[in-house]
């Protein structure tokens, strides 16, 4: 990457809920970013020390873990199906 100008990166995390019927629901939740140039941080694994989050001006690995874990593409995710929650208990 170290002479890309599209630094452009995102996270996705996918929740699927498969009903004995054979229906299905899906719950996308995504996070965009940019691959830093720099690796900054010590938290989380991975590429969370060069996904530079620009709302929050730094990378994942740098962010309180709590942070993270309410902006993350899985928070994103979990808070989709949370808002259908009561649709997908009640699926016939």
């Known amino acids: 990457m170290e ?3 599209n630094r452009s990166a995102h996270f996705i995390s996918v929740i699927v809920i498969a009903y004995p019927d054979g229906h299905y629901k899906h719950y996308e939740g995504r996070v ?3 691959i830093h140039h720099e690796i900054l941080g010590s938290n989380g694994f991975g590429y969370d020390v ?3 989050h620009e ?4 990378t994942f ?3 309180d873990p709590k942070i993270k ?3 993350s593409h899985r928070a994103n995710a979990l808070r989709l199906l949370k808002e259908d929650f009561h649709e ?3 699926h016939e």
């Open 69 to 71: 874990n309410q902006i």
């Open 3 to 5: 002479h890309q100008e």
């Open 50 to 52: 060069i996904f530079y």
């Open 32 to 34: 965009d970013g940019k």
């Open 88 to 90: 997908t208990t009640h």
């Open 61 to 63: 690995g740098m962010l």
């Open 55 to 58: 709302p929050s001006q730094t």
